[in-house]
């Protein structure tokens, strides 16, 4: 199976979605295309019909077309900022995407997905809030919208947060109250991280939470889900977090690293080694990028030195989808890298 990926940075719709997807058919080789996934700044989102026509014009009238809204969209080599109206488009692939709305039902959207597609491999995330979700020739109201594709696919997370300190246990929690880790006040626990060498103040609110996927297991360093810390009940001793931490989990408290993050995505790139991908799609984290490395393209040049040249199409979303032990779980501050095989 071949595919090709590209990014215009016209400002006018119609030739943004003429100039990327001529140059995606023309790096696959391809005269036309099955599936079209499209990650748009919202201005270019905004003319949606607009965009999807002049998409058809030059891929075919058959093509599906799926995406959604991004702050940013890269392909490797592509020099320019983060800045700008931007259209990526790769040609056609094999794998299972989701783009999701940030305001859907994320538990029941992974529910549904798990029911329906238990086999399939799952790579998404959250399109930018600002914008929608693409499907076919208008913007939608959705959920989510995704194309499913039977060959075979690898699929892999990397964190930007890192391990701080040592798992803990949670042994009382309410809800999205943490009430204690290892039978004290979890709000204890916080506070010993001030005993971390290098760990100031300002420090301090880059701190999250990591969780074990299951009970019962390790905290695993390769494999957790990023929790958001809200807040502080000084009067009950807990932790307010983005999701319920459910009691017999293990955590840790994690430090967002920019180092870190690099090694994790090499360790990631590593397990996914094989043969050359027939294209890839790379759901980064808002909070990544030059927010968290202060340069430009070092994933993308990572990932590339790491797997060789393939058509690769990057794009920054609100959080993202991704294998979470053996199942798919939310994460947040993270790289999914989803790879469509030959």
């Known amino acids: 199976m071949r595919a090709g990926a590209a990014v215009s940075r016209e400002e006018d719709v119609s030739l943004a979605a003429r100039d990327a997807a001529t140059r995606a058919l023309d790096a696959g080789g391809l005269d036309e295309a099955g599936c079209l996934v499209v990650a748009a700044t919202p201005e270019h989102l905004d003319e949606s019909i607009e965009l999807c026509a002049a998409l058809r014009d030059v891929v075919g009238a058959g093509a599906q077309i799926v995406g959604g809204a991004t702050l940013a969209a890269f392909c490797p080599g592509d020099a320019a900022t983060e800045e700008g109206p931007a259209l990526g488009v790769p040609g056609q692939g094999a794998l299972g995407i989701v783009f999701a709305d940030p305001a859907a039902p994320l538990q029941r959207l992974l529910g549904a997905l798990g029911r329906e597609a238990p086999r399939a491999r ?17 913007v939608v109201t959705a959920h989510a919208v995704g194309a499913f594709f039977p060959a075979p696919a690898r699929v892999a997370v990397a964190q930007s947060h ?14 999205r109250s943490l009430l204690e880790l290892d039978s004290r006040p979890a709000v204890e626990a916080l506070a010993a991280l001030a005993e971390q060498p290098g760990l100031s103040g300002d420090a301090l609110q880059f ?3 990591g969780l074990s996927p299951r009970p019962g297991e390790k905290f695993d360093v390769a494999d957790f889900i990023s ?30 690293d920019g180092m870190g993050a690099r090694r994790t995505l090499q360790t990631a790139l590593n397990r996914l080694a094989g043969p050359p991908p027939a294209f890839g799609i790379y759901f980064d984290c808002a909070s990544r990028g030059t927010t968290l490395y202060g340069v430009d393209g070092l994933d993308l040049d990572l990932i590339e030195k790491s797997l060789g040249p393939f058509p690769l199409l990057s794009l920054r979303t609100s959080f993202e989808l991704g294998p979470a032990g053996d199942a798919l779980g939310v994460h947040l501050f993270t790289g999914v890298l989803a790879l469509g095989d030959q």
């Open 207 to 209: 701190v999250a939470l």
């Open 227 to 256: 929790v958001q810390l809200l807040g502080v009940d000084e009067e009950r001793g807990s932790l307010e977090t983005g999701i319920a931490v459910p009691e017999g989990h293990s955590v840790s408290f994690t430090l967002r």
């Open 162 to 175: 890192q391990p701080i300190g040592n798992p803990l246990l949670v042994t009382r929690s309410e809800g």
């Open 122 to 138: 799952v790579a998404g995330g959250g399109v930018a809030v600002e914008g929608g979700l693409l499907l076919d020739d208008d």
